[in-house]
């Protein structure tokens, strides 16, 4: 489930089947370099978040987008251990999130993204 909220003037909530309907799937290659020194090749399923902003059709007063993850234990048991203050919150400036180059990711490899144990 996505919820879009905030500085929009068309706040929308969509389910999984919502954005595999309404926002054409796309494979992207992108290298992952992390500040801890590892780095990975992932082939990423997804669409532009661009498009799905466009829907919700930020305000001229929006200047970034906040993305908070589901704080559920019961179904997240990563977020049972405490080493960690949940919810998982990160950040994009309105323009970065616009980029065509920012995917937001349905699926990795060819599969569909499976839900997580509280990792981002």
């Known amino acids: 489930m996505v919820e879009v909220g905030g500085l929009g003037r068309n706040p929308q909530?969509?389910?999984m089947d919502?954005?595999?309907?309404?926002?054409?799937?796309?494979?992207?290659?992108y290298r992952l370099r992390c500040v801890e020194g590892w780095?990975?090749?992932?082939?990423?399923?997804?669409?532009?978040?661009?498009?799905?902003?466009?829907?919700?059709e930020p305000t001229s007063k929006a200047k970034?987008?906040?993305f908070e993850m589901l704080f559920d234990p019961e179904q997240m048991l990563g977020q049972r251990d405490r080493f960690y203050?949940?919810?998982?919150?990160?950040?994009?400036l309105l323009d970065e999130a616009m980029h065509d180059l920012t995917l937001l990711a349905t699926g990795i490899h060819g599969e569909p993204m499976l839900?997580?144990?509280?990792?981002?």
Request: no cysteine.
């Open 18 to 29: 919502d954005l595999l309907r309404r926002f054409t799937q796309e494979e992207r290659t």
């Open 64 to 66: 970034y987008v906040r």
């Open 39 to 56: 780095a990975m090749v992932i082939l990423w399923l997804g669409f532009a978040l661009a498009k799905l902003l466009k829907v919700v």
């Open 85 to 92: 203050n949940w919810p998982y919150i990160d950040g994009l």
């Open 115 to 120: 839900p997580q144990s509280g990792a981002p």
């Open 13 to 15: 909530t969509f389910d």
